[in-house]
C-alpha cells in the first residue's frame, strides 16, 4: 500500500481543526478532503483563507503523494504559527530531484536537488514570514531525539496546487516542513512512516550565543583532517583560529569565513578568526579525520585558543558564549 504522506499531513491538519471550538471557533470536517468553516480565527492566529477546487492530473505519486481529485475542495492557508525557539510542526518527505515528487525546480534557487542533500521546503507562511523570506537560509530540525541543520530551498505552497507545477497534489497544511530523504535518514526515521512530528528553529547569533568549545588542531597531520575550509590552509597549534558548526558558518547565506569572532569562558574573552567548518552533516571519512558529524552548536577552536581562556586541553567540551565582532 502506497505511503500516504500528503493524505496523512490533511490528516492531522483535520484533527487539529476538529478541536478548534475551544477557541471559539466551529469547524465542521466532512471528508478528509472536504471541510467547510463557519467563522475564522481570533485576531493573530492562523486561519483558512480558502479552498481550493481539485483538478485531476499526471501526478507522481512517489513518497505516497496523494493527488487532487475533481471535484473535492481543499483547505488554504496563507499564514502559518508564529516561530519560538522549538516551533512545532510536521515533517513529511519530499524528492526535489528532477521529475521527482516535487514538481519543478526548487522556488528558491531555480534548481534541482539531489536526494542525499539536505534540504527542505516550507509551508507559505513559514517562508514568506514578515515580508522576509527564509530562502537558502539554514535551520535546525529537532526529532526523533535528533538534530539536523538543512537548507530551505523551497515553498511548500499552502495556496495554490492541482497544477503540474504543484505534481497535482493539494496545497501543503501551514504547519509542514516538507524534507528530503537525507533529512529523514539523519533523523534516523523510516520513509515509510510518511509524517513525523518535529520542532524547528533558526539558529540564532546574538551578542552572547551559547556553544560548546571543543579542542581540535588545524596543523598539518592534526586531528581536523585536511586543509581548513576558507583558506585552503593549515594553521599552526598557536593560532587563534576556530571552526563553526556548518549553520552558523553559512547562516543566513552569509559565509563567517575568516572573521573575527569573540569566545567568552572560564571568566575570559579572546578573539579568533574564523577558518574553517565544523561539518554538522558529512563524516567518518578521511576528509573529516574519520570522525563523526559536528554537533549543530560547536566553536571548535584551536589549543591556543584554549590557552588563552585559561582552559585546560584534558577537559574536552567546555560551555561558552559567542558573538560577531
Given at each position: 500500500?502506497?505511503?500516504?504522506?500528503?493524505l496523512?499531513a490533511?490528516f492531522?491538519l483535520?484533527?487539529?481543526?476538529?478541536?478548534?471550538?475551544?477557541?471559539?471557533?466551529?469547524?465542521s470536517?466532512?471528508?478528509?478532503?472536504?471541510?467547510?468553516?463557519?467563522?475564522?480565527h481570533s485576531?493573530?492566529?492562523c486561519?483558512?483563507s480558502g479552498f481550493?477546487?481539485?483538478?485531476?492530473?499526471n501526478?507522481?505519486?512517489?513518497h505516497?503523494?496523494?493527488c487532487?481529485?475533481d471535484?473535492?475542495?481543499?483547505?488554504?492557508?496563507?499564514?502559518?504559527?508564529?516561530?519560538?525557539?522549538?516551533?512545532?510542526?510536521?515533517?513529511?518527505?519530499?524528492?526535489?530531484t528532477?521529475?521527482?515528487?516535487?514538481?519543478?525546480?526548487?522556488f528558491?534557487?531555480?534548481?534541482?536537488?539531489?536526494?542525499?542533500?539536505?534540504?527542505?521546503a516550507?509551508?507559505?507562511?513559514?517562508?514568506?514570514?514578515?515580508?522576509?523570506?527564509?530562502?537558502?537560509?539554514?535551520?535546525?530540525i529537532?526529532?526523533?531525539?535528533?538534530?539536523?541543520?538543512?537548507k530551505?530551498v523551497?515553498?511548500?505552497?499552502?495556496?495554490?496546487?492541482?497544477?503540474?507545477?504543484?505534481?497535482?497534489?493539494?496545497?501543503?497544511?501551514?504547519?509542514?516542513?516538507?524534507?528530503?530523504?537525507?533529512?529523514?535518514?539523519?533523523?534516523g526515521?523510516?520513509?515509510?512512516?510518511?509524517?513525523?512530528?518535529?520542532?524547528?528553529?533558526?539558529?540564532?547569533?546574538?551578542?552572547?550565543?551559547p556553544?560548546?568549545?571543543?579542542?581540535?588542531?588545524?596543523a598539518?597531520?592534526?586531528d581536523?583532517?585536511?586543509?581548513?575550509?576558507?583558506?585552503?590552509r593549515?594553521?599552526?597549534?598557536?593560532?587563534?583560529?576556530?571552526?563553526l558548526?556548518?549553520?552558523?558558518?553559512?547562516?543566513?547565506?552569509?559565509?563567517?569565513?575568516?572573521?573575527?569572532?569573540?569566545i567568552?569562558?572560564?571568566g575570559?574573552?579572546?578573539?579568533a578568526?574564523?577558518?574553517?567548518?565544523?561539518?554538522?552533516?558529512?563524516?567518518?571519512?578521511a576528509?573529516?579525520?574519520f570522525?563523526?558529524?559536528c554537533?549543530?552548536?560547536?566553536?571548535?577552536?584551536s589549543?591556543?585558543?584554549?590557552?588563552?581562556?585559561?582552559l585546560k586541553?584534558?577537559?574536552?567540551?567546555?560551555?561558552?558564549?559567542?558573538s560577531?565582532?
Amino acid at each position: 500500500m502506497a505511503n500516504l504522506k500528503k493524505l496523512l499531513a490533511m490528516f492531522a491538519l483535520l484533527m487539529f481543526l476538529s478541536h478548534l471550538r475551544v477557541h471559539g471557533v466551529s469547524v465542521s470536517v466532512g471528508s478528509s478532503a472536504n471541510v467547510t468553516t463557519e467563522s475564522s480565527h481570533s485576531r493573530g492566529r492562523c486561519h483558512i483563507s480558502g479552498f481550493l477546487h481539485g483538478k485531476f492530473g499526471n501526478c507522481n505519486r512517489d513518497h505516497g503523494s496523494v493527488c487532487c481529485k475533481d471535484g473535492h475542495r481543499y483547505p488554504q492557508f496563507r499564514c502559518s504559527p508564529p516561530v519560538s525557539a522549538d516551533t512545532p510542526a510536521i515533517l513529511t518527505l519530499n524528492s526535489f530531484t528532477r521529475g521527482g515528487d516535487g514538481g519543478g525546480k526548487s522556488f528558491c534557487d531555480n534548481r534541482f536537488h539531489k536526494d542525499t542533500e539536505l534540504v527542505v521546503a516550507l509551508s507559505t507562511g513559514w517562508l514568506c514570514l514578515d515580508g522576509k523570506r527564509r530562502c537558502n537560509k539554514m535551520i535546525r530540525i529537532n526529532g526523533n531525539g535528533r538534530a539536523v541543520l538543512a537548507k530551505v530551498v523551497d515553498e511548500c505552497d499552502s495556496v495554490y496546487g492541482c497544477d503540474a507545477e504543484h505534481n497535482f497534489e493539494p496545497p501543503c497544511p501551514y504547519n509542514d516542513v516538507d524534507a528530503s530523504p537525507a533529512v529523514w535518514k539523519a533523523l534516523g526515521l523510516k520513509e515509510a512512516i510518511g509524517v513525523f512530528k518535529i520542532t524547528w528553529c533558526s539558529p540564532p547569533v546574538s551578542a552572547d550565543t551559547p556553544a560548546a568549545l571543543t579542542l581540535n588542531s588545524f596543523a598539518r597531520g592534526g586531528d581536523d583532517g585536511g586543509k581548513s575550509f576558507c583558506d585552503n590552509r593549515f594553521h599552526k597549534d598557536t593560532e587563534l583560529v576556530v571552526a563553526l558548526s556548518m549553520g552558523w558558518l553559512r547562516l543566513d547565506g552569509k559565509h563567517m569565513c575568516n572573521k573575527m569572532i569573540r569566545i567568552n569562558g572560564n571568566g575570559c574573552a579572546v578573539l579568533a578568526k574564523v577558518v574553517d567548518e565544523c561539518d554538522s552533516v558529512y563524516g567518518c571519512d578521511a576528509e573529516h579525520n574519520f570522525e563523526p558529524p559536528c554537533p549543530y552548536n560547536d566553536v571548535d577552536a584551536s589549543p591556543a585558543v584554549w590557552k588563552a581562556l585559561g582552559l585546560k586541553e584534558a577537559i574536552g567540551v567546555f560551555k561558552i558564549t559567542w558573538s560577531d565582532v
